[in-house]
């Protein structure tokens, strides 16, 4: 029997790899439900997940017994969804009658599962920062910054642009936005750039949708359509790693009233809606740019890697992150924050080294 177009998929789906269902709200937990259910059609994490015998998070093992009976579908497991839902609330000590940022819990799951789970979207940057002085010559200041997201300003209708305006240079100068340069014993004009150090399995990326106008004293959301290429290019430094478009996550409404539901593609190629408890299917083209004004999180998984290998070589590391090494010496002024995964945001300062490792402060 042939299915009709945006029919409802209750457990017999398109494809058995895996069941696709939905999630019950609980109030106002939509934001929840796209998060996990964008988790759950990431195939490395949710096999992860699967394999996952660790006892020190309970998150970990609460989204581990979601996984597992979201594969199932009878009465008993639709009453267990609703267990294991509950089990992952509690847990995030969320209030289901409050709407919240979709961006934000994406990031407080990640923080939270255990390392083995996470680390297939952590990657690192490193930020360096050097002073303008053209009569001194200093060692720049270079700090490693893990993330989970790439946070980016919509300064462009195409999401390949805004992605690649993140890694603009900055400069820092005029009155107010100098900073003190300890070699110089001044306040500086400088320069900070920032590139990736390692890219992760799967990259998030979100669209700053929302901005505080300090005339007004209120957050605006920007609603342009933006047009989302179905593959990233990420530039390094030995060359472009390619990333395959599979999830977004939408926001439709404001910030004080709004919805958000999911558009995943699954391990064969079809597209489909998660709409809390709806699950229907979508059409679109996976070649082609997706325009959307409510796209707002965007997943891609690494597909395909370009290097040149006469300076740098790639090695997959244990968590699913391609890092770059090289022949150089290493460089003085490191600073790697280890314990800071940040939503980087290229619309202001995201600085947080101990003031002692800095030699470039604010004043």
Same mark, same amino acid.
């Given at each position: 029997m042939k299915r009709k177009k945006g029919q409802k998929i209750d457990?017999?789906?398109y494809t058995k790899k895996p069941k696709l269902r939905g999630l019950p709200n609980r109030g106002a937990t939509c934001y929840l439900n796209t998060v996990l259910q964008m988790l759950f059609m990431t195939e490395r994490f949710r096999e992860a997940v699967e394999r996952f015998n660790g006892c020190d998070s309970p998150l970990s093992k609460a989204i581990q017994v979601l996984f597992?009976?979201?594969?199932?579908?009878?009465?008993?497991?639709?009453?267990?969804i609703t267990d294991a839902l509950q089990d992952i609330i509690d847990e995030l000590k969320i209030n289901v009658c409050k709407q919240a940022d979709a961006a934000k819990y994406l990031q407080n799951i990640l923080r939270k599962l255990d390392k083995d789970l996470s680390g297939i979207f952590q990657g690192e940057m490193i930020q360096t920062t050097s002073c303008l002085d053209p009569e001194k010559?200093?060692?720049?200041?270079?700090?490693?910054?893990?993330?989970?997201?790439?946070s980016v300003s919509l300064n462009s209708d195409l999401v390949q642009e805004c992605f690649d305006s993140y890694f603009d240079p900055i400069i820092m100068s005029g009155e107010g936005r100098q900073l003190s340069c300890r070699g110089c014993g001044k306040m500086m004009d400088t320069k900070m750039t920032t590139c990736l150090l390692k890219v992760p399995s799967?990259?998030?990326?979100?669209?700053?949708?929302?901005?505080?106008d300090y005339e007004y004293m209120r957050c605006n959301k920007d609603m342009r359509e933006v047009l989302v290429p179905p593959q990233l290019s990420v530039k390094m430094e030995d060359g472009n @790693?390619?990333?395959?478009? !599979?999830?977004?996550?939408?926001?439709?409404? +404001?910030l004080e009233w709004g919805h958000y539901y999911a558009h995943i593609k699954n391990a064969d190629?079809?597209?489909?809606?998660?709409?809390?408890?709806? @699950?229907?299917?979508?059409? !679109?083209?996976?070649?082609?740019?997706?325009? +959307?004004?409510?796209?707002?999180?965007?997943?891609?998984?690494?597909?395909r890697e370009e290097p040149s290998a006469e300076k740098h070589t790639q090695a997959e590391t244990l968590d699913g992150q391609t890092s770059i090494s090289g022949s150089e010496e290493p460089q003085k002024n490191i600073v790697r924050n280890v314990d800071d995964e940040v939503i980087t945001s290229n619309s202001g300062s995201t600085t947080e080294a101990s003031p002692e490792a800095m030699e470039f402060q604010p004043s």
């Open positions: 457990g017999d789906t597992e009976t979201l594969k199932v579908e009878n009465e008993t497991s639709t009453n267990k010559t200093h060692d720049p200041l270079k700090q490693v910054k893990p993330f989970f997201m790439i799967v990259l998030v990326l979100h669209l700053e949708r929302f901005e505080f @790693v390619l990333f395959e478009l !599979y999830a977004i996550a939408n926001h439709n409404g +404001s190629g079809h597209w489909f809606e998660f709409n809390d408890s709806k @699950v229907v299917k979508v059409d !679109y083209v996976s070649e082609k740019n997706i325009k +959307s004004a409510e796209a707002y999180l965007l997943l891609y998984k690494i597909c």
